[in-house]
């Protein structure tokens, strides 16, 4: 039991600078595994923080008992009209209705299908790196970490990659902190949001091309075709799901291993035998999605504590990541760790990470060309992390290399 009282604040953004508050998460794991966590009005009150790495597997499984739907996902409550409005996204559906959203898109993110990409993302990730290799020095994030997701989806999706980047400058805005952004700056990130896929919605509708944009335009659940409130929800969950959740692994990633030199050689080293134990350790360690809220339905136990119907529970995946009954020195960095049984990509059940094969495939390219092109990497000033408790990774990070010549002509 540790004896020192650490001040437990997952609320605010600020205990998210940085990188993962993991002094308060070594405390939950060894006083509270399932704490009362007390929060402002303004959200709706508290919520129950889970930690360990079972239990939060049993809550993502049991859609019946912690709901996706009756508050949806975010830890602040919405008002009537807008938690309304966010249940046309899946994300916020509990099955059966979720499952016949899932299957529309489904098809295109099984192994087989992302497989089809590898090629084209190694291409995507190679060129990333000839926009800055000569050089010697870029932002970490917004010249390498944040370009690849962004690409990759706005070419799933059918649009231009200048316009993947703008969709994905906003995502970030959308998932930092409440106490972080403005109501205003929300609500024209929103504005810009819906004029965007109400114009993509009618293009596509109208001159369909080989792409899930098109796929979903023509797409019909329950004899309907999707309204344009929920094509928009669908446009805006594959552009924020995949977009600053692998930026943050790749960003956190790399810095993790400059802090780290050693083990940042050995991976160069041993790149090929290392890399199936090392994506799944940095997924860990950085865990980019930090939690999600589900509602409880019924009073209920977890674990041994009990949860009364209506209240909010949180599921910290990254603190679950580090629970020290399931992982050996968890504060470890393990390139070798193995198994591994993270829940960076979420806890089971219905709403696992749809774009984890996807994901994979991402990190190993871009970290192929990170170690075998940008050598002698080093910080040039202080990392800022993204002020949010949601999702975790490096805002900006500026860092130098040796220069180097162009992979392509
Ligand atoms: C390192 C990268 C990523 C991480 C850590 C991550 C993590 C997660 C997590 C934790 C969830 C919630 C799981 C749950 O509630 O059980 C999720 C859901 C989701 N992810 Fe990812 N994700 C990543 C990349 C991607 C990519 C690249 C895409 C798509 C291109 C994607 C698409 C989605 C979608 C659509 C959902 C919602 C699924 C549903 O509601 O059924 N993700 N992801």
Not at 187 to 203: D, I, P, Q, S
Request: one cysteine or more.
């Amino acid at each position: 039991m540790t004896t020192t009282p650490t001040r437990i604040d997952l609320w605010s953004s600020a205990s998210f600078l940085q990188g993962q508050p993991i002094d308060q998460y070594r405390w939950l794991h060894e006083n509270a595994p399932v704490y009362w966590h007390d929060a402002p009005d303004e959200i709706g009150g508290g919520f129950w923080v889970v930690s360990p790495l079972d239990l939060v597997k049993q809550v993502s499984s049991d859609n019946k008992l912690f709901s996706s739907y009756a508050n949806g996902t975010m830890l602040y409550d919405l008002p009537e009209d807008s938690l309304r409005a966010s249940r046309a996204m899946m994300l916020n559906m509990d099955p059966p209705q979720h499952n016949r959203y899932r299957k529309l898109v489904g098809p295109q993110f099984i192994p087989k299908s992302a497989r089809k990409w590898e090629v084209d993302i190694d291409e995507l990730a190679s060129q990333i790196i000839d926009e800055v290799c000569e050089a010697g020095e870029c932002d970490l994030v917004a010249d390498i970490a944040g370009k690849l997701p962004s690409y990759v989806v706005a070419r799933l999706l059918g649009i231009p990659p200048e316009v993947g980047v703008r969709l994905y400058d906003l995502t970030e805005i959308m998932h930092t902190a409440l106490d972080s952004v403005t109501p205003e700056q929300r609500a024209k990130v929103a504005v810009e949001y819906a004029e965007f896929t109400a114009n993509l919605h009618k293009e596509k509708t109208e001159n369909p091309t080989a792409d899930l944009a098109s796929r979903l335009a023509h797409a019909e659940v329950d004899g309907h075709k999707l309204t344009s409130q929920e094509y928009q929800a669908f446009i805006t969950l594959l552009v924020n799901a995949g977009g600053d959740t692998t930026r943050g692994l790749v960003g956190g990633g790399v810095l993790t291993l400059i802090q780290h030199p050693d083990i940042l050689a050995d991976f160069r080293a041993r790149t090929d035998e290392l890399m199936p134990t090392a994506i799944e350790e940095l997924l860990r360690y950085q865990s980019p999605v930090v939690h999600f809220r589900r509602t409880a339905t019924e009073d209920t136990m977890l674990g041994d504590t009990a949860i009364k119907k209506g209240e909010k529970v949180a599921i910290f995946y990254a603190a679950a990541n580090r629970d020290p009954a399931v992982f050996e020195n968890p504060d470890e960095l393990d390139l070798e760790r193995d198994p591994n049984p993270h829940v960076a990509f979420g806890g089971g059940g219905p709403h696992f990470c749809l774009g984890s094969h996807f994901a994979r495939i991402e990190i190993e390219s871009m970290f192929r060309q990170i170690l075998s092109r940008l050598h002698n990497l080093e910080l040039v000033d202080e990392p800022v992390w993204v002020p949010s408790n949601f999702t975790s990774g490096p805002q900006r990070a500026r860092i130098r290399f040796t220069p180097s010549a162009k992979a392509n002509a």
